[in-house]
């Protein structure tokens, strides 16, 4: 079963950062569905992903996210 994993990401500003944020995150082995939003700033992924390498690629997409708690 799938779980699921919430990012809160800052330093996106408009729907380009959205669509390469989404992009970055998909790309990670394991991701089955990804939602990022503008506004608050977050990500839903589903799947079987690393929350690290998740982490990792939202920074080299060059944003800032933490694992929301």
Known sequence: ????????????????????TSKA?????GVESVAVTLEPGGA????DADADALLASVKEAGYTAVVKS
């Open 1 to 20: 079963m799938a779980r699921v994993v919430e990012l809160v990401i800052t330093g996106m500003t408009c729907n380009h950062c959205v669509a390469r």
């Open 25 to 29: 995150l998909e790309a990670v082995p």
């Open 44 to 47: 839903i992924i589903k799947g």
